[in-house]
């Protein structure tokens, strides 16, 4: 018979683990990210990603979500195996009002329900968690031990580490255990571990840091540590953690007194209908997966398993269908086509020519090191239904990289005859799936410098591609290109409007309907009430849309505008000039400025030309107004027919 698992409450220092999980949590709960998807959502998202970074071979991963009603003496086997009257007291001991202290007294309460909700998950046709317990580079101690720790293998979905702290979140217990078989140690049987992030404490006079750790008793240095132990699938079985019916290595994890922390709607065992849970967890793979889902790289099931009975309750499979059939079928098509201007219709655009930069770190590994070079992005779309207008994530952007997962749903424009669409967009090696072009051709060599990129620029969320994260600031050359990356969903919307979804070609002389969609003013372009006496002098500059066009020819916008001075106190005044491409967040990349011809007296002012990206107006207290034209071209590579701009000083 298996000797007892036994938990181990040590400090930090001893169980070698890094401080911080508290804050990870943090960051999911309370994170911009939560406004868009629940946590059950983001708990999805980092399993599934984590199996298919962790895939064998060509063939799927298979990840299955088991909600467990445990009852009766399976109830009181579990409890039994996984040491709970050693944990109790630890738990019990944590005092205050602060979130991790209440969630702690649910969860007390929850064990001593009749019913033990638990959430198994469990994946397949992966690595398992392989290396000894102290490899800073193992699986197992990445995903149990460690905090904000990932690998740096590349193509992987995570760059952070931080994702696996929501698992821990679904717990009232904030503890998880897990089981695994790992690649090329079957014989040894299932590693078996666990792990608690309760938070400091005393108990009977005694003070604990954070943590404890589930598993065969040891010492490291004088100090008591808790090893993985190697069971077979009967010894594991009372922990739910047997494994049984799955094929293959794989890793199960399971959260005791399961619950979800942002929602209230929950029945008599602290849950909402078991059924609609389980149906909700399959949706939301097939929501931010269905890209990993179509290239058969992952399959999702989830179930619903009670005690005393031999077969699921319920059952369900993660589908690509229905609400995400169009963002595939945009996903497929080939660009060059005519537009997509009725339900049904889809198109597809090469964005040719995106900046990808110098990448001048790690050092240590050239083979990663890459000039500045150039990429192109898939952008696909579908018109849907106009009733479907009120589905989930129409008229959005499907944001996808090569890991197979949904970055985000970026919010498209609303199109002027009414209609919705499904549109995607794709990069890095996520255009290996993509219908072959000319252009994607002549830069596929160049599609996994592009995954990197793009990896690199993601937040801890995942959910977004910004200029502004450590790893793309400390691993590129990135001056000079951030401005197009943080334009990019802007310019997407631009081209959707502008060619995908539309069939009015602008004329070559386009002038004040266009440019209203493309130019937003700045507080210049408001109108200015007649200044008072006394006032203060200041200058400001008036675009005039109707004097303006898009020069074809030239490959730009042909402003008109007018220099104006208000005030009539004394002195001189003075203002700037500068146009950016409409970015999201942060400023866009600059506009240059040529051309300039001033229609009138150039008495009384004085221009400077700042790098040919702004212009500096000065004048004095002669100066009363005076017309103007340039020319206002994008930087390379925007297309300045579709990317709208914003005026500056």
């Given at each position: 018979?298996?000797?007892?698992?036994?938990?181990?409450?040590?400090?930090?220092?001893?169980?070698?683990?890094?401080?911080?999980?508290?804050?990870?949590?943090?960051?999911?709960?309370?994170?911009?990210?939560?406004?868009?998807?629940?946590?059950?959502?983001?708990?999805?998202?980092?399993?599934?990603?984590?199996?298919?970074?962790?895939?064998?071979?060509?063939?799927?991963?298979?990840?299955?979500?088991?909600?467990?009603?445990?009852?009766?003496?399976?109830?009181?086997?579990?409890?039994?195996?996984?040491?709970?009257?050693?944990?109790?007291?630890?738990?019990?001991?944590?005092?205050?009002?602060?979130?991790?202290?209440?969630?702690?007294?649910?969860?007390?309460?929850?064990m001593e329900a009749e019913t033990l909700v638990c959430l198994r998950i469990s994946d397949s046709g992966t690595t398992g968690l392989s290396g000894d317990d102290w490899d800073e580079e193992g699986n197992f101690?990445?995903?149990?031990?460690?905090?904000?720790?990932?690998?740096?293998?590349?193509?992987?979905?995570?760059?952070?580490?931080?994702?696996?702290?929501?698992?821990?979140?679904?717990?009232?217990?904030?503890?998880?255990?897990?089981?695994?078989?790992v690649q090329g140690m079957e014989d040894r049987g299932l590693r078996v571990f666990g792990r608690s992030e309760l938070p400091a404490h005393e108990l009977d006079g005694e003070a604990f840091l954070d943590g404890?750790?589930?598993?065969?008793?040891?010492?490291?240095?004088?100090?008591?540590?808790?090893?993985?132990?190697?069971?077979?699938?009967?010894?594991?079985?009372?922990?739910?953690?047997?494994?049984?019916?799955?094929?293959?290595?794989?890793?199960?994890?399971?959260?005791?007194?399961?619950?979800?922390?942002?929602?209230?709607?929950?029945?008599?065992?602290?849950?909402?209908?078991?059924?609609?849970?389980?149906?909700?967890?399959?949706?939301?793979?097939?929501?931010?997966?269905?890209?990993?889902?179509?290239?058969?790289?992952?399959?999702?099931?989830?179930?619903?398993?009670?005690?005393?009975?031999?077969?699921?309750?319920?059952?369900?499979?993660?589908?690509?269908?229905?609400?995400?059939?169009?963002?595939?079928?945009?996903?497929?098509?080939?660009?060059?086509?005519?537009?997509?201007?009725?339900?049904?219709?889809?198109?597809?655009?090469?964005?040719?020519?995106?900046?990808?930069?110098?990448?001048?770190?790690?050092?240590?590994?050239?083979?990663?090191?890459?000039?500045?070079?150039?990429?192109?992005?898939?952008?696909?779309?579908?018109?849907?239904?106009?009733?479907?207008?009120?589905?989930?994530?129409?008229?959005?952007?499907?944001?996808?990289?090569?890991?197979?997962?949904?970055?985000?749903?970026?919010?498209?424009?609303?199109?002027?005859?009414?209609?919705?669409?499904?549109?995607?967009?794709?990069?890095?090696?996520?255009?290996?799936?993509?219908?072959?072009?000319?252009?994607?051709?002549?830069?596929?060599?160049?599609?996994?410098?592009?995954?990197?990129?793009?990896?690199?620029?993601?937040?801890?969320?995942?959910?977004?591609?910004?200029?502004?994260?450590?790893?793309?600031?400390?691993?590129?050359?990135?001056?000079?290109?951030?401005?197009?990356?943080?334009?990019?969903?802007?310019?997407?919307?631009?081209?959707?409007?502008?060619?995908?979804?539309?069939?009015?070609?602008?004329?070559?002389?386009?002038?004040?309907?266009?440019?209203?969609?493309?130019?937003?003013?700045?507080?210049?372009?408001?109108?200015?009430?007649?200044?008072?006496?006394?006032?203060?002098?200041?200058?400001?500059?008036?675009?005039?849309?109707?004097?303006?066009?898009?020069?074809?020819?030239?490959?730009?916008?042909?402003?008109?505008?007018?220099?104006?001075?208000?005030?009539?106190?004394?002195?001189?005044?003075?203002?700037?000039?500068?146009?950016?491409?409409?970015?999201?967040?942060?400023?866009?990349?600059?506009?240059?400025?040529?051309?300039?011809?001033?229609?009138?007296?150039?008495?009384?002012?004085?221009?400077?030309?700042?790098?040919?990206?702004?212009?500096?107006?000065?004048?004095?207290?002669?100066?009363?107004?005076?017309?103007?034209?340039?020319?206002?071209?994008?930087?390379?590579?925007?297309?300045?027919?579709?990317?709208?701009?914003?005026?500056?000083?």
């Open positions: 018979m298996a000797a007892q698992l036994t938990w181990v409450t040590t400090p930090a220092l001893g169980q070698g683990r890094s401080s911080g999980g508290s804050a990870a949590a943090e960051l999911f709960e309370g994170g911009g990210s939560q406004r868009r998807r629940t946590l059950l959502e983001t708990l999805v998202r980092e399993i599934c990603q984590n199996s298919t970074d962790q895939r064998l071979g060509r063939k799927a991963a298979e990840v299955c979500f088991d909600l467990i009603l445990l009852r009766g003496q399976e109830r009181d086997a579990f409890l039994s195996a996984m040491n709970w009257e050693a944990l109790r007291p630890h738990l019990a001991a944590v005092r205050g009002g602060g979130g991790a202290a209440l969630t702690l007294r649910a969860g007390l309460e929850a101690r990445r995903l149990c031990v460690q905090n904000f720790s990932t690998g740096e293998e590349t193509g992987r979905g995570g760059s952070f580490g931080l994702g696996k702290a929501v698992s821990w979140m679904h717990s009232r217990l904030l503890t998880v255990l897990f089981s695994s078989s404890a750790y589930l598993g065969a008793a040891a010492e490291r240095d004088g100090i008591p540590v808790a090893l993985s132990d190697w069971r077979s699938a009967e010894a594991v079985c009372p922990l739910q953690l047997d494994r049984g019916g799955l094929r293959g290595c794989g890793t199960s994890l399971l959260i005791p007194a399961f619950h979800e922390p942002d929602r209230d709607d929950v029945g008599s065992l602290g849950i909402r209908e078991p059924e609609e849970l389980c149906r909700d967890l399959t949706e939301a793979a097939a929501k931010w997966f269905w890209p990993a889902i179509s290239w058969g790289r992952l399959k999702v099931r989830s179930r619903v398993l009670v005690s005393g009975e031999s077969r699921a309750s319920f059952e369900s499979r993660s589908e690509v269908s229905g609400l995400w059939a169009p963002f595939l079928a945009a996903s497929r098509m080939e660009p060059g086509g005519e537009p997509a201007l009725v339900p049904g219709d889809s198109a597809a655009i090469d964005i040719t020519g995106f900046p990808l930069p110098r990448r001048i770190q790690p050092a240590e590994r050239p083979e990663l090191l890459h000039p500045a070079l150039a990429t192109l992005i898939r952008v696909g779309v579908t018109r849907v239904s106009p009733s479907e207008a009120c589905l989930p994530c129409r008229s959005t952007i499907a944001m996808i990289r090569g890991a197979g997962m949904v970055v985000d749903y970026a919010e498209g424009l609303r199109l002027q005859d009414g209609g919705s669409y499904c549109a995607v967009a794709l990069v890095g090696s996520a255009l290996n799936h993509t219908p072959p072009s000319e252009e994607l051709e002549n830069c596929r060599e160049f599609a996994g410098d592009a995954e990197e990129y793009f990896r690199a620029a993601e937040p801890v969320t995942h959910d977004d591609w910004l200029p502004t994260t450590r790893r793309l600031r400390e691993s590129y050359d990135w001056r000079g290109s951030s401005g197009r990356l943080r334009g990019l969903r802007s310019e997407i919307r631009q081209l959707l409007q502008l060619r995908l979804l539309s069939d009015d070609e602008p004329a070559p002389d386009a002038g004040p309907e266009l440019l209203m969609r493309m130019l937003s003013l700045g507080d210049g372009g408001a109108p200015v009430a007649a200044a008072a006496r006394g006032e203060k002098p200041r200058l400001e500059v008036r675009v005039d849309r109707e004097g303006s066009w898009f020069d074809r020819e030239r490959g730009g916008w042909s402003l008109q505008g007018e220099l104006i001075r208000y005030g009539r106190a004394e002195g001189p005044a003075t203002v700037g000039l500068s146009f950016r491409s409409i970015a999201d967040s942060g400023q866009g990349d600059c506009w240059r400025i040529s051309g300039m011809e001033i229609h009138g007296s150039e008495k009384n002012l004085n221009m400077d030309n700042i790098d040919g990206r702004r212009l500096l107006f000065s004048v004095d207290s002669g100066f009363s107004a005076v017309p103007f034209r340039c020319l206002v071209s994008p930087p390379g590579g925007v297309d300045p027919a579709l990317t709208g701009f914003r005026q500056g000083g």
